[in-house]
């Protein structure tokens, strides 16, 4: 089937990929007046978009990569939303020779952001740009409005922007989309957000184990909490999710849903990304990296086999004299823990941007994931706001607003985490935030050992706080200080 001449470069924009996301951000883009030309690598799929949505707008359909292109007005404009990693590059390799100077290719998958920067730079040798964007919110936010997270060119941006934003979601009127920074900066910011929603998740999961180890509490029990906590400062997408699915009740068995379901959390990447990223950084994003490694902990089930039942307990029995108390207390909790993975996530941004000279501003950031995406919450209202205060934040915690809120639950953040450690519940998220917390508030720091015993073994040398200057000591001599 090839195009017929009255649809050739009539397509303000096109997508191949028509899996569910893909299908879902072509509706959307349709449903906003845009002409959208059609392209799967099985026409049937194409096909049966076009007969089941064909109320959304105009779609133009093509069976060959050719035929797709040739639908498009020019510079085309191509979103891309296949699997991360070899398919996106085959997909590239196809549609490449096809295209022409100016034209534009968006990559919308979850890919790496290594992996932007080198097709971004592959592309532009052949004057064309490469734009890598993260889109947030799953399959119901690519229809019914992403935060979307476009890196490449400004002159790309100029003619695909506006396109984006149309279709994104949008809070007090203002898109949840706007140009993050170039090349891999856009899928950098995907998968910084992907990490702090692991942390927001394992947060969330440490909780309703404290209550349903603190309280004996039911899921539908601890549903409700959850769902009282979503009308606070804890107001999010990941909140009301949790008091749904705590709420729900597993048709075969009768049985509150999450109870039988089995506790081995899978993770198809971004999360591990960002931890990697971290440390490669430098930035000490323990909250994402706790998260992420608690979901590898629930998968290692030989481990967990060979542990359970062997390894002794010596917990006290847990009696809550005051339920409600307690569930304040971890509701304070959760909510200071929560401000520390978010400060370590708009670190590692800082510290990306400056690495890769993407000049990434963290406020814009924070305004367009406040909807559309996973991490939604008006919670992100006050992060943009920091911002607004001061662009430069060195640490989001030492913001006013921040400080005076996890202030106000430091006391019950260490009277949950302790009662945790004696009655034997795992709050590595928690327990590593309240550390952070702990650590980076410290005037001093036992890293001063750290260093002495690396001069000692490595000749490593050391800093001094009375002076300037590098030292080492002659350990293995007379032990006098030589400056280097
Ligand atoms: C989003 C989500 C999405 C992510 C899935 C599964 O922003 O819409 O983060 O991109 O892929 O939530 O992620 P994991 O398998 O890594 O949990």
Redesign the pocket.
């Given at each position: 089937m090839s195009v017929p001449s009255s649809a050739v470069g009539t397509a303000q924009i096109g997508v191949t990929g028509l899996a569910v996301m893909g299908r879902n951000l072509a509706r959307n883009f349709a449903r906003h007046g845009y002409t959208v030309a059609l392209h799967n690598r099985t026409f049937a799929r194409t096909q049966s978009l076009v007969a089941e949505h064909a109320a959304d707008g105009t779609f133009v359909p093509s069976e060959s990569m050719a035929d797709f292109v040739a639908s498009l007005a020019r510079p085309r404009k191509v979103v891309i939303m296949v699997q991360a990693g070899a398919a996106t590059d085959a997909v590239i390799d196809e549609l490449v020779p096809l295209l022409e100077e100016g034209d534009i290719v968006v990559d919308a998958g979850?890919a790496h952001f290594p992996d932007t920067i080198r097709r971004e730079a592959a592309l532009r040798e052949r004057g064309l740009h490469f734009v890598g964007t993260?889109?947030?919110?799953?399959e119901e936010?690519a229809l019914n409005g992403?935060s979307i997270m476009p890196g490449g060119t400004a002159e790309s941006y100029a003619s695909l922007g506006p396109i984006l934003e149309a279709i994104s979601a949008k809070v007090d009127g203002v898109p949840c989309c706007t140009h993050v920074g170039p090349d891999g900066a856009g899928h950098f910011v995907?998968m910084v957000?992907?990490g702090i929603?692991?942390a927001d998740m394992q947060l969330i999961a440490e909780a309703y184990d404290l209550l349903r180890h603190g309280l004996g509490a039911s899921a539908p029990e601890i549903g409700e909490v959850f769902a009282a906590w979503n009308t606070g400062d804890l107001e999010s997408y990941l909140i009301e999710v949790t008091a749904e699915v705590l709420a729900h009740t597993d048709a075969a068995t009768g049985a509150p849903f999450v109870d039988v379901v089995a506790d081995a959390a899978?993770?198809?990447?971004?999360?591990r990304w960002t931890v990697q990223n971290g440390l490669d950084l430098g930035v000490p994003i323990t909250g994402i990296a706790e998260a992420t490694f608690a979901r590898a902990l629930s998968g290692s089930a030989p481990q967990r086999a060979a542990a359970r039942g062997v390894l002794p307990a010596d917990t006290l029995e847990w009696n809550v004299p005051e339920p409600g108390a307690f569930i304040e207390d971890v509701r304070l909790a959760l909510y200071a823990s929560k401000v520390v993975a978010y400060s370590q996530g708009f670190d590692q941004i800082a510290a990306a941007s400056a690495q890769y000279g993407w000049d990434i501003d963290r406020g814009a950031m924070a305004r367009i994931w406040r909807g559309g995406?996973?991490i939604r919450a008006k919670f992100l209202d006050r992060i943009t706001q920091a911002y607004e205060r001061d662009a430069n934040l060195p640490l989001l915690l030492a913001d006013p607003y921040f400080t005076a809120a996890v202030a106000n639950g430091v006391a019950a953040w260490r009277r949950i985490v302790a009662a945790a450690a004696v009655h034997g519940v795992p709050t590595p998220a928690f327990s590593s935030s309240l550390a952070y917390y702990d650590g980076v508030r410290a005037d001093r720091l036992p890293a001063n050992l750290i260093q002495a015993q690396r001069d000692f073994f490595g000749a490593h040398t050391y800093r001094r706080t009375d002076r300037d200057g590098t030292f080492h000591t002659d350990w293995s001599g007379d032990r006098a200080e030589q400056t280097w």
């Amino acid at each position: 089937m090839s195009v017929p001449s009255s649809a050739v470069g009539t397509a303000q924009i096109g997508v191949t990929g028509l899996a569910v996301m893909g299908r879902n951000l072509a509706r959307n883009f349709a449903r906003h007046g845009y002409t959208v030309a059609l392209h799967n690598r099985t026409f049937a799929r194409t096909q049966s978009l076009v007969a089941e949505h064909a109320a959304d707008g105009t779609f133009v359909p093509s069976e060959s990569m050719a035929d797709f292109v040739a639908s498009l007005a020019r510079p085309r404009k191509v979103v891309i939303m296949v699997q991360a990693g070899a398919a996106t590059d085959a997909v590239i390799d196809e549609l490449v020779p096809l295209l022409e100077e100016g034209d534009i290719v968006v990559d919308a998958g979850n890919a790496h952001f290594p992996d932007t920067i080198r097709r971004e730079a592959a592309l532009r040798e052949r004057g064309l740009h490469f734009v890598g964007t993260g889109v947030s919110g799953g399959e119901e936010g690519a229809l019914n409005g992403p935060s979307i997270m476009p890196g490449g060119t400004a002159e790309s941006y100029a003619s695909l922007g506006p396109i984006l934003e149309a279709i994104s979601a949008k809070v007090d009127g203002v898109p949840c989309c706007t140009h993050v920074g170039p090349d891999g900066a856009g899928h950098f910011v995907k998968m910084v957000h992907n990490g702090i929603e692991y942390a927001d998740m394992q947060l969330i999961a440490e909780a309703y184990d404290l209550l349903r180890h603190g309280l004996g509490a039911s899921a539908p029990e601890i549903g409700e909490v959850f769902a009282a906590w979503n009308t606070g400062d804890l107001e999010s997408y990941l909140i009301e999710v949790t008091a749904e699915v705590l709420a729900h009740t597993d048709a075969a068995t009768g049985a509150p849903f999450v109870d039988v379901v089995a506790d081995a959390a899978e993770q198809k990447g971004t999360g591990r990304w960002t931890v990697q990223n971290g440390l490669d950084l430098g930035v000490p994003i323990t909250g994402i990296a706790e998260a992420t490694f608690a979901r590898a902990l629930s998968g290692s089930a030989p481990q967990r086999a060979a542990a359970r039942g062997v390894l002794p307990a010596d917990t006290l029995e847990w009696n809550v004299p005051e339920p409600g108390a307690f569930i304040e207390d971890v509701r304070l909790a959760l909510y200071a823990s929560k401000v520390v993975a978010y400060s370590q996530g708009f670190d590692q941004i800082a510290a990306a941007s400056a690495q890769y000279g993407w000049d990434i501003d963290r406020g814009a950031m924070a305004r367009i994931w406040r909807g559309g995406c996973i991490i939604r919450a008006k919670f992100l209202d006050r992060i943009t706001q920091a911002y607004e205060r001061d662009a430069n934040l060195p640490l989001l915690l030492a913001d006013p607003y921040f400080t005076a809120a996890v202030a106000n639950g430091v006391a019950a953040w260490r009277r949950i985490v302790a009662a945790a450690a004696v009655h034997g519940v795992p709050t590595p998220a928690f327990s590593s935030s309240l550390a952070y917390y702990d650590g980076v508030r410290a005037d001093r720091l036992p890293a001063n050992l750290i260093q002495a015993q690396r001069d000692f073994f490595g000749a490593h040398t050391y800093r001094r706080t009375d002076r300037d200057g590098t030292f080492h000591t002659d350990w293995s001599g007379d032990r006098a200080e030589q400056t280097w």
